[in-house]
């Protein structure tokens, strides 16, 4: 079962516009939210996160917002640049008992952002 | 290096065959993940070290597959008798510790081709 799921396969934006890459999840016991970034035969890169007592966090063009009852977060990349053309990874992880992360990361599929001129 | 380094990045071996995959973490990073990324699909978690506790294993998806790592240092994948669906990217992730507030860094992976 797909507990993280990122239902737009690709997303093409022109230069300097807003780009919205979606995540849904199912699993309640998600607390903790990424998103990572990644070029072709490259690791993925680490870009924001969110805890899911927060709605929202922003780093400079990259916001994160999240809805709870919705099981929902979106990243907004603001102005979109050609140079922020890669795949990008929803993550989610969940805190055990204890309140320390737990590890272990549930990637969604990715979503390919491409960013013309 | 600064960054998390893997190796091979590429091999290439025939069906039954066994195989073995290295991680050097970042230097100081106490927390050790291994993933997998097959053809089209997202990352696909395998297991992590943290410190000297029990590694999690949940993800190994059979016996034929099997890690170890040596106190906070390098880390070892084995997939013995490989078979064509073992065929993916595999990637190595360390942070400093298990904590939300670590972002897990990545290392290049290697691209995996069972034949």
């Known amino acids: 079962d797909q507990q993280v799921k990122q239902n737009s396969p690709s997303l093409s934006v022109q230069e300097g516009r807003i780009s919205i890459l979606n995540c849904d999840y199912t699993?309640?016991?998600?607390?903790?939210f990424l998103w990572y970034k990644k070029y072709p035969a490259e690791g993925p890169t680490f870009l924001i996160s969110?805890?899911?007592?927060?709605d929202k966090n922003e780093d400079g063009r990259f916001t994160v917002f999240l809805n709870k009852s919705a099981k929902h977060l979106s990243l907004h990349i603001v102005p979109s640049q050609p140079g922020d053309s890669a795949v990008y990874f929803c993550?989610?992880?969940?805190?055990?008992?204890?309140?320390?992360?737990?590890?272990?990361?549930?990637f969604g599929q990715g979503t390919i952002l491409t960013v013309h001129p | 290096g600064a960054g998390v380094s893997q190796s091979p990045s590429n091999k290439v071996t025939e069906k039954g065959k066994d195989v073995e995959l290295r991680c050097d973490p970042i230097?100081?990073?106490?927390?050790l993940y291994w993933y997998r990324q097959r053809l089209g699909q997202g990352l696909e978690f395998l297991i992590y070290?943290?410190?000297?506790?029990?590694?999690?294993k949940s993800g190994l998806p059979s016996d034929r597959f099997s890690a170890e790592r040596t106190g906070e240092s390098v880390s070892t994948l084995t997939i013995q008798r490989t078979q064509q669906e073992d065929s993916a990217v595999y990637l190595c992730?360390?942070?400093?510790?298990?904590?939300?507030?670590?972002?897990?860094?990545f290392g290049d992976g290697t691209r995996l081709s069972i034949l």
């Open positions: 070290f943290q410190g000297n506790s029990a590694p999690d």
């Open positions: 230097s100081g990073h106490t927390a």
């Open positions: 992730a360390s942070s400093l510790w298990t904590a939300n507030n670590q972002p897990q860094h």
């Open positions: 699993n309640s016991m998600f607390d903790y």
């Open positions: 969110i805890s899911s007592i927060k």
């Open positions: 993550a989610a992880s969940a805190s055990n008992a204890g309140g320390t992360s737990y590890g272990k990361l549930t």
